[in-house]
């Protein structure tokens, strides 16, 4: 079907920045929606920002302003410039990438994740 791999995340101050990427490869008919999504401890997973592949976005109010989303088509890959990061942005960020994969040539629904990659904001 299709898996994504991220990378990036890690330890920065708060204030600081990180990237997040993410590539998509596997029999991919076509993504519709790229996106990034995290979970804090003890808290639901929740929207951070998608991205269509035309390129219409959207944020979660709690970053607008501060990360960016970009994607290349081409190479399915997404990517999450975080700036300003405060510490309740702390958690583990996955990649989600909705769209068909090719079963044998016939387009099948595909909602894919990541395994997580971790951001730690210390304060």
């Known amino acids: 079907q299709v898996q994504l791999v991220e990378s990036g995340g890690g330890l920065v101050q708060a204030g600081g920045s990180l990237g997040l990427s993410c590539a998509a490869s596997?029999?991919?008919?076509?993504?519709?929606?790229m996106g990034w999504y995290r979970q804090a401890p003890g808290k639901q997973r929740e929207l951070v920002a998608v991205?269509?592949?035309?390129?219409?976005?959207n944020y979660a109010d709690s970053v607008k302003g501060r990360f960016t989303i970009s994607r290349d088509n081409a190479k399915n890959t997404v990517r999450l410039q975080m700036n300003s990061l405060k510490p309740e942005d702390t958690a583990v960020y996955y990649c989600?990438?909705?769209?068909?994969?090719?079963?044998?040539?016939?387009?099948?629904?595909?909602?894919?994740w990541g395994q997580g990659t971790l951001v730690i904001v210390s304060s």
């Open positions: 596997g029999s991919i008919f076509s993504i519709n929606t």
């Open positions: 989600n990438a909705r769209g068909f994969y090719s079963d044998y040539g016939n387009p099948r629904l595909v909602d894919a």
């Open positions: 991205i269509t592949s035309g390129g219409s976005t």
